[in-house]
Each structure stands twice: as structure tokens, then as C-alpha cells.
T-cell receptor, first 113, second 115 residues
Framework: GENVEQHPSTLSVQEGDSAVIKCTYS??????FPWYKQELGKRPQLIID?????GEKKDQRIAVTLNKTAKHFSLHITETQPEDSAVYFC????????????FGGGTRVLVKP | DTEVTQTPKHLVMGMTNKKSLKCEQH?????MYWYKQKAKKPPELMFV???????INESVPSRFSPECPNSSLLNLHLHALQPEDSALYLC??????????????FGPGTRLLVL
């Protein structure tokens, strides 16, 4: 089955700097890649996603890039703010596999004021 | 209504108890999911229902029994659990249109403690 690896496991940045989280996946048939943010004690919330026919997607300070050949995708957060502090999970999915998301191990991001 | 709701928020149960977790959504979603999340770990898929039929069971022990009474409701029946089953149980839902992946929306979870 699909395996998703996520790095780094923890990331500390100064407010205003950029943060980058990288994920690799194993199954070349994966065609959907969402990113979820989970604040302490809260539910995971989708922040951005990308489908396999797109190389890059932006939403304000957040962007995701996808390299299907290398089977990796990345989350970029610019101008980080203290409220960006949370755990971020990448995931990969194959529609043919029946709506099954496989998550990466998570990255704990701390934005220092 | 654009949320997934779950009850109860917290549950403490003994190893001989029977309890149920409930999940509800009114977004017209036809796929519903149960995940288990341990501390500092990602959500781990347990079950998927598509159009009220169980489509995925990730080899979950039989002490966890899912039920989908209708397209808006999802239950997880618990019986004879072990302390290692203590975790946050998350419900999620999504559209389920052929050939297209749809965003999964998570509920707030039920924090379960098994004594």
C-alpha cells in the first residue's frame, strides 16, 4: 500500500520567516495530495490540496508544489505568524482505492514571536 | 450546516463496558470515515462507508463495530476494549463522486480513555 514520509518532524521558525515541509510518497498511482493543520486539541482542518494534474497551487500565504516524477510534494508557508503554530499533516490518496487517505507522520511547527 | 459533529466529546469506560460513539453530518456527503489518532501521531484510518455500505475495513479488531444507519449518521460501537485503545476517535465525511477525489471534513473527535 501507499507509504507517505514527512520531514522535518519539528520546525521552529521566527515570525515573518518562511516554513517548508516536504513529503514523499511511494505509490505512483496517487493522485490527490491534501495538507491538514491540527491545532492542539482541535480537529484536523484542510488548508490546501493539489491534484496530480497540477504542479503548483497557491492560497494567500500558503503554497503547495508537486513533483510527480520524483513523487514528492511540499508545503510552503510565507510570512509566518504565531497562529501558524500547529501540527501539519500531508496525505496522499488514490481514488481507485476507495477514498483512502494515507497520512505522513506530521510536522510540529512553532512560530516564535 | 457545514460541520461534522461527534458525541460524546469525552468518554471513560472500563474494559467490560459497551459504549457507542456517534457522528453526524448534514452536508449531503455519501462517504463517512472513522479514524483513530494517538497522541503525536497522524490519524489512522479504521473504516470507510460509501453510500451506507462498508467499503473499507483496515483490519480493525472486532471489539470495534461500525454502523451507518443512514446517510447522515455513523456510529462506532465499542465492546471489551483494551487500555491501548485509548485515543482520539475522529469521524470524517466527504462527497463520493465517481472518478474524483473529494475533501474530507473532520469532526472534533471523541477522546476515549479505557481503564
Amino acid at each position: 500500500g501507499e507509504n507517505v514520509e514527512q520531514h522535518p518532524s519539528t520546525l521552529s521558525v521566527q515570525e515573518g520567516d518562511s516554513a517548508v515541509i516536504k513529503c514523499t510518497y511511494s505509490d505512483s498511482a496517487s493522485n490527490y495530495f491534501p495538507w491538514y493543520k491540527q491545532e492542539l486539541g482541535k480537529r484536523p482542518q484542510l488548508i490546501i490540496d493539489i491534484r496530480s494534474n497540477v504542479g503548483e497551487k497557491k492560497d494567500q500565504r500558503i503554497a503547495v508544489t508537486l513533483n510527480k516524477t520524483a513523487k514528492h510534494f511540499s508545503l510552503h508557508i510565507t510570512e509566518t505568524q504565531p497562529e501558524d503554530s500547529a501540527v501539519y499533516f500531508c496525505a496522499a490518496a488514490i481514488k481507485a482505492a476507495g477514498n483512502k487517505l494515507t497520512f505522513g507522520g506530521g510536522t510540529r511547527v512553532l512560530v516564535k514571536p | 450546516d457545514t460541520e461534522v459533529t461527534q458525541t460524546p466529546k469525552h468518554l471513560v469506560m472500563g474494559m467490560t463496558n459497551k459504549k457507542s460513539l456517534k457522528c453526524e453530518q448534514h452536508m449531503g456527503h455519501r462517504a463517512m470515515y472513522w479514524y483513530k489518532q494517538k497522541a503525536k501521531k497522524p490519524p489512522e484510518l479504521m473504516f470507510v462507508y460509501s453510500y451506507e455500505k462498508l467499503s473499507i475495513n483496515e483490519s480493525v479488531p472486532s471489539r470495534f463495530s461500525p454502523e451507518c444507519p443512514n446517510s447522515s449518521l455513523l456510529n462506532l460501537h465499542l465492546h471489551a476494549l483494551q487500555p491501548e485503545d485509548s485515543a482520539l476517535y475522529l469521524c470524517a465525511s466527504s462527497q463520493d463522486r465517481s472518478g474524483r477525489w473529494e475533501t474530507q471534513y473532520f469532526g472534533p473527535g471523541t477522546r476515549l480513555l479505557v481503564l
